[in-house]
């Protein structure tokens, strides 16, 4: 019996992770010994609510980095594709990439390696019910307004949430999502945001403070900490 | 000649720590054989632009801790208070153990051990011009405002800052901001927004994504991380 390919992970590899200053891309940095997207990847394999798996790579090595990947013994890594200049050229590629089975994509940032099994599920649920859903958590640091170095409102934290990834979509609204926004020119580094802009509703789904995106070697030390316990 | 204690930090350490579960208030938590709370005293120690310390310590454990703060060997630690019921009683019982001539009070949170003496100075600096002024950081991750698990609105990023400590005022206007408070029973965990209801304008100041407040066992081996550098 063929594999269907229905829910689809994205996971988005392609940044060239200058903010660490060395040769090596962050996502393939290693951590106790494997890349951080080892990891990244194995949660999503670990998933039942994930079908295959898409990564997006740098498109100067992505030969070379698929064929590492491959060798990681997934069952799930069904292809790679090419990253773009920004990242929403790279998610792009990665939608022109799906099967055409393909229902629901779950775009996640490789470099978010502390993603489990049991949060991209509930965005998976989340979105087969909604269309649009993502992991978010409140903030635990005041959050204010300003301009030009000087406070100009304290927001209510209550009410605010900040944006981890998966973010996972209907293949249909997210591919529309992308066409509109291709045609009034207005990308964003926050897929959901382009789902909003079509008045469509998004849920949000608690996601775990462990699931930060790596940005700075001390987001890497974090990931290690944690990766220990 | 009597040593000027013009500028005072005013280091809350009057938290239980619940989040932790454990029996020692996690400010006192070890980590490379020092209590939290040395690291941040440590550093408004080592920097210039700080006369004093008063220390707002658990009032059950208030003789015994001041005892063992003693024994640190800091030159600046001049005195403990007891803390409150909310951190809003804490810092109010600081500002009123504050010597006489005190003109600046850098209130900061005793669960931040990586502020750095820099960014002490920087936030004395421009409190000494502005009146008040607190550190803080750009958010990483993309903000949204949400209500009842859905998604109502996306900030603009560039517009936000995340709050950290310390955050410091001249002595008259953080009174009075508290008196105000105390009025009209609206206090803050956020010292500052006490400060802008008052009308008052407040100064950010560049932080540290290291400068976190330890509020989960994660956050440890965060700062046990980033002290091993």
Request: glycine share 8%; net charge negative.
């Amino acid at each position: 019996m063929e594999k269907r390919m229905k829910r689809v992970a994205l996971i988005v590899a392609a940044g060239q992770g200058k903010r660490f200053g060395g040769a090596v891309s962050k996502q393939f940095v290693e951590v106790h010994g494997r890349p951080l997207l080892w990891y990244t990847l194995a949660a999503f394999e670990q998933c039942p609510a994930i079908d295959s798996m898409i990564v997006i790579l740098p498109a100067a090595e992505i030969a070379a980095r698929a064929e590492e990947i491959a060798g990681w013994g997934l069952t799930k890594f069904s292809a790679a594709a090419a990253g773009g200049a920004e990242r929403h050229d790279s998610v792009l590629n990665g939608l022109q990439a799906l099967p055409e089975e393909a229902e629901l994509v779950a775009i996640h940032d490789g470099a978010r390696p502390l993603i489990t099994p049991a949060i991209i599920a509930a965005c998976v649920s989340a979105a087969a019910e909604c269309g649009a859903a993502f992991a978010g958590v409140a903030p635990k640091d005041t959050i204010k307004e300003a301009e030009g170095g000087m406070v100009t409102a304290t927001l209510d934290r209550r009410r605010l949430v900040l944006v981890q990834t998966p973010q996972v979509f209907r293949v249909d609204l997210i591919r529309h999502a992308y066409d509109m926004a291709f045609d009034r020119g207005a990308f964003s580094t926050d897929d959901a945001a382009l789902v909003e802009a079509l008045g469509h509703p998004v849920r949000i789904v608690p996601g775990d403070y462990r699931n930060i995106k790596v940005t700075s070697p001390e987001d890497l030390l974090f990931v290690q900490a944690c990766l220990e316990i």
